[in-house]
């Protein structure tokens, strides 16, 4: 279960880092934030998934506009330091647990149930394939290798709406990462600051490295 959720976030990543072209490195910061949001829920704060949901949402504007104006190491660096403010956060917000994290059980779906988290974190990273499947060959997967182009050739930007076209894939890649988050955090019964630690971001930007601009 935990390789698929793996395998999930490195091809919700690629959606950005090798489809559009952007150093894009904190996926994690998304699956940690869904986690957290899950964990918050199911200790009777109603509020957490709401809150999860906003922050995500301030999250990936910002990663989508900062993605044109900044150069690619500074963006990338950015990432990196998002992953770590995020980390340092959790770790000191004491209605996060702190270093120590929090309980993020469910009796409905017990920690460690290997079969049903098999099915579950199968079927997300089924969904993260079709989604590459449907860029591969449809109208909206040109769109995105134009706006690929598009950030290095200004003649390519008079083509598609390079803003949109990127944000919507910070949206799905978004939704993917959150969902294996939640999957993660029932999974393990237990989350912490670790989820938004920065070794583990690099661990997941190595495979979508040498995969190319046709990641599938």
Do not use: K
Not at 46 to 66: D, K, N
Not at 161 to 172: N, S, Y
């Amino acid at each position: 279960s935990s390789d698929l959720v793996n395998s999930s976030l490195v091809a919700a990543q690629a959606l950005i880092l090798n489809r559009l072209g952007i150093p894009f490195a904190a996926i994690t910061a998304f699956s940690g934030i869904g986690a957290y949001a899950i964990a918050l829920t199911l200790g009777g704060l109603w509020a957490g998934i709401p809150l999860g949901v906003l922050l995500s949402i301030i999250l990936l504007a910002a990663f989508s506009f900062l993605a044109r104006p900044l150069p690619q190491d500074q963006y990338l660096l950015l990432t990196l330091a998002a992953l770590g403010v995020l980390r340092a956060t959790a770790g000191t917000a004491s209605g996060l647990g702190g270093q120590l994290g929090m309980n993020s059980a469910t009796a409905g779906l017990p920690p460690q149930a290997s079969g049903p988290f098999v099915i579950l974190t199968g079927t997300l990273f089924a969904a993260s394939l079709l989604a590459h499947r449907i860029i591969g060959v449809s109208e909206f997967g040109l769109a995105v290798s134009v706006t690929r182009i598009a950030r290095t050739d200004i003649t390519a930007n008079s083509f598609v709406q390079v803003q949109r076209i990127a944000l919507a894939c910070f949206a799905v890649s978004a939704s993917l990462a959150i969902c294996a988050g939640v999957l993660r955090a029932m999974y393990a019964g237990r989350i912490d600051p670790d989820q938004f630690r920065i070794q583990t971001a690099i661990v997941l930007l190595m495979p979508t490295l040498v995969a190319g601009s046709s990641p599938f």
